[in-house]
């Protein structure tokens, strides 16, 4: 078992910044993939970033050039920095772990963008 944590989020004007963090604890596979999902009211869950223990990264192309990720092996952690906010952003973000065949969701930490 795998227990993703996510804090951070929030309420913040269009153009503005938040950071997501995430912290993994539990049996936790050297190999793995740890990334942040979103969904909005009405659509499906989105793959937003994701990286792999090897430093492989994947964004979506509507956050291209306004989000990183990054992420520390040895303290099984995932941040995400949000630049340039949109109200289209507006979410509630989710990390997620997998590894091992397996993979696990956090609850979720709500993002607010208002323009």
């Known amino acids: 078992q795998v227990q993703p944590v996510e804090s951070g989020g ?3 004007q269009a153009g503005g910044s938040l950071r997501l963090s995430c912290a993994a604890s539990g049996s936790i596979f050297s190999i ?3 990334g942040w999902y979103r ?5 499906q869950r989105e793959l937003v970033a994701a990286m792999t223990s090897g430093g492989t990264t994947n964004y979506a192309d509507s956050v291209k050039g306004r989000f990183t990720i990054s ?5 099984n952690t995932v941040s995400l920095q949000m630049n340039s906010l949109k109200p289209e952003d507006t979410a509630v973000y ?3 772990y997998a590894g091992g065949g397996y993979d696990y969701w956090g609850q979720g ?3 607010t963008v208002s323009s």
Do not use: I
């Open 10 to 12: 929030g309420l913040v």
């Open 32 to 34: 793995n993939v740890m």
């Open 39 to 43: 969904q909005a009211p009405g659509k």
């Open 71 to 75: 992420r520390d092996n040895a303290e």
């Open 94 to 96: 989710y990390c997620n």
């Open 109 to 111: 930490t709500q993002v």
